[in-house]
């Protein structure tokens, strides 16, 4: 590699912090495009590794439940990822996380909402150690409810992410 | 007083009466300002079919009244035969001012006929041609199916028993792009309607869904999450040199394209819950659309670019209308998932488990998809 000329070195820093405190002037955010830098990009997907699939185990981990329209994980549901992002630290396994809804948004909406719920467990298992490429997710929307009973009880319930198991 | 002033002064009391005199005088008569239209049943041995099919078309565009044929302003009548149809439309004094022959099967026929007279009899373009897809589940599991725009001569065109949804017909029914999950995450598929041929397009990590044809029908707007959030992006037809659009931290979903291909119109919960917004096809920021709702989805544009339907909640789920340009949103029907007809005069919604057809100016609703099951998520092509 070329050894960088002081002056042009100097030229850059200063032109780097007029940017700087342009964008800073402008908005207060970080994005390249102005607004958010998103998370960390999903993984390939692995052959054959698919939520519904036969070489994925389903049920080892408990559901991460959700408030209405909401994809924050709270800070009661932590115990669960903690416990997921334990388990990976001890295992070679990765892992695929599915988002679900309730009934009560509009379909195409719940796919996306349920997305972020999935993107949302990984964010948080990604905070707590885990390399976000061993972490792949899915939205199934309002599809497939635990309960179809309608009511409350049953939307809290449906409102959720699951765990799923490569193995 | 010069005598130009006196002529000036006398022009404008002639041509600008004063408002109140007019106000004063008005009559209220309720007029009806359809089309007044007489049809002579179709001679030829698929007379009588094509008949009921023209009938029906003529009825459902709304543009039209029929009228015993003294009263008439134009005349429609014509022979069917052999898979051919020769139309011809007379006005009141017996002059010619369509006549066509048509080929291919009854109801196509009787649906080319019945769009070049709402065209020369109104400038608008008609419906009677147009193909509509939804999702439904009559076969136990969420396939997609095609049909005509009135519901009738549907097929299945998935049978995967995964689950098929989100679908968007391209220009001309060309093209159908739909999200399913046959490889355990949602991908997008396209099918080519007249070969029948399927190909897998999108198949990004993460959820690939709710694609949206452009009206140039080269490119695929939709929520894509392989960077890490679901975010609105755009590809080419096939898939190819994915662009994203937004950058926010919330969930992005269901973009309709402007007319021109140059904007989209999306629903983002990224202040909260899920409102519209507008953002050029190339990038940029997504600008707010007020509607007075709080909880938006689902819009769709109407081919003439001045009006925007989508879904509201507010208890159950409405269909909202409003002008691009501004102005309040309103109620029009209970229901989810409004599409535009390519006469930006219809809509087709989900309500309850059918597919309804609304004439927006009149109000008027007809059910056009019962008994598939719940049939869900309809699309309509230009």
Redesign the interface.
């Known amino acids: 590699m070329k050894k960088t000329h002081p002056l042009f070195t100097a030229l850059a820093l200063c032109l780097a912090v007029t940017l700087t405190s342009c964008a800073t002037k402008k908005d207060r955010y970080a994005g390249v495009d102005g607004d958010f830098v998103s998370g960390v990009p999903l993984p390939d997907r692995q052959d054959g590794a698919a939520f519904l699939g036969g070489n994925v185990s389903r049920g080892q981990f408990q559901p991460v439940q959700f408030g209405f329209d909401a994809y924050d994980v709270s800070s009661s549901e932590m115990p669960k990822v903690q416990t997921v992002a334990q388990a990976m630290k001890s295992s070679k396994n990765d892992i695929i996380i599915a988002g679900f809804t309730d009934e009560r948004g509009t379909e195409e909406y719940n796919r996306g909402l349920g997305e972020r719920r999935a993107l949302a467990v990984r964010e948080a298992l990604i905070r707590q150690g885990i390399n976000g490429g061993r972490i792949q997710t899915v939205s199934f929307g309002e599809e497939m409810p635990v309960d179809s009973g309608g009511g409350e009880a049953a939307w809290a319930a449906n409102r959720r992410a699951e765990f799923g198991v490569i193995r | 007083m010069t005598i130009r002033a006196i002529v000036i002064l006398l022009v404008t009391v002639v041509l600008c009466p004063p408002a109140f005199a007019e106000d004063s005088s008005v009559i209220t008569v309720r007029k009806d300002n359809r089309i007044s239209i007489t049809i002579t049943p179709l001679g030829g041995s698929s007379g009588g079919a094509v008949t009921q099919t023209l009938q029906n078309d003529l009825d459902l565009s709304g543009w039209f009244q029929t009228v015993s044929d003294a009263r008439a302003s134009f005349t429609i009548g014509g022979t069917a035969e052999g898979g051919s149809l020769q139309g011809r439309v007379t006005d009141s004094r017996g002059s010619v001012v369509l006549s066509k022959k048509y080929s291919g099967d009854d109801r196509s026929t009787a649906h080319q006929f019945a769009d070049d007279i709402v065209e020369t009899l109104t400038g608008h373009k008609g419906i009677a041609t147009t193909k509509i897809a939804f999702v439904a589940t009559g076969s136990g599991a ?1 396939e997609i199916y095609l049909a005509d725009y009135d519901g009738k001569n549907s097929r299945r065109l998935t049978s995967d028993r995964a ?1 098929s ?2 679908p968007s017909l391209g220009p001309g029914a060309r093209y159908l792009a739909y ?1 399913g ?1 046959q ?4 991908d997008v598929y396209l099918i080519d309607i007249s070969s029948g041929a399927r190909q897998r397009v999108i ?5 690939n ?2 694609a949206a044809i452009s009206p140039d029908g080269g490119q695929i707007a939709l ?1 894509m ?7 609105l992006y755009v590809t080419g037809l096939r898939g190819g040199g994915a662009r994203r659009l937004t ?8 973009p309709t394209w402007s007319p021109d291909g140059r904007e989209l119109i999306y ?1 983002s ?1 990224n202040g909260g ?2 409102q519209l917004y507008r953002i050029g096809a190339g ?3 997504g600008r707010l659309i007020p509607t007075g709702h709080n909880y938006c ?2 819009p769709c544009w109407s081919p003439d670019g001045k009006k925007l339907a989508f ?1 509201v ?1 507010s208890g159950g ?1 409405s269909i909202a209308i409003m002008d691009i340009g501004g102005g309040g949103a309103r109620i029009v029907a209970s229901g ?2 409004p599409v535009w007809g390519r006469d930006s005069r219809h809509i087709i919604f989900s309500s309850g488990s059918n597919l309804i057809l609304l004439d927006v100016p009149t109000g008027r609703t007809t059910t056009i998809v019962s008994g598939l099951g719940k049939a ?2 309809p699309t309509w092509s230009f």
């Open positions: 969420k689950i949804v989100a999200t999950y490889s355990g995450y949602p198949d990004a990590p993460g959820t869904s709710g929520t999450s392989k960077d890490g959030n679901p975010e950058r926010t931290s919330g969930v992005e979903s269901s629903s919960d819950s899920p990038g940029g920021s989805t689902d879904t909640r789920f989810q998932n869900t998520e």
